[in-house]
Nanobody, 113 residues
Framework: QVQLVESGGGLVQPGGSLRLSCAAS????????MGWYRQAPGKQRELVAA???????NYADSVKGRFTISRDNAKNTVYLQMNSLKPEDTAVYYC???????WGQGTQVTVSS
């Protein structure tokens, strides 16, 4: 059984920053690529950023240069540093290990003045 617990969301003004964390249980973390996804109301869930077990990363065009994904394998945790936040970044953010059916409960990010 794999558990994923996201945290770090909240309300922030445009231009602000947040750091999301996803703590994963089980050995799956060390071998799987991990992704951060988001889903805004009325929209499909989309990939925001991903990181392989070796640390290679990729980002959605909409967040390149503003968001940074990282992982700490010793802590079974993946992070998403979000800077220069925009209202269109408002969504529920989820972490997800690739090639599995596991999802966390999500953490709400709201960017508003």
């Amino acid at each position: 059984q794999v558990q994923l617990v996201e945290s770090g969301g909240g309300l922030v003004q445009p231009g602000g920053s947040l750091r999301l964390s996803c703590a994963a249980s089980g050995s799956i973390f060390s071998i799987n690529a991990m992704g951060w996804y988001r889903q805004a109301p009325g929209k499909q869930r989309e990939l925001v950023a991903a990181i392989t077990s070796g640390g290679s990363t990729n980002y959605a065009d909409s967040v390149k240069g503003r968001f940074t994904i990282s992982r700490d394998n010793a802590k079974n945790t993946v992070y998403l540093q979000m800077n220069s936040l925009k209202p269109e970044d408002t969504a529920v953010y989820y972490c997800h290990p690739y090639d599995t059916a596991y999802w966390g409960q999500g953490t709400q990010v709201t960017v508003s003045s």
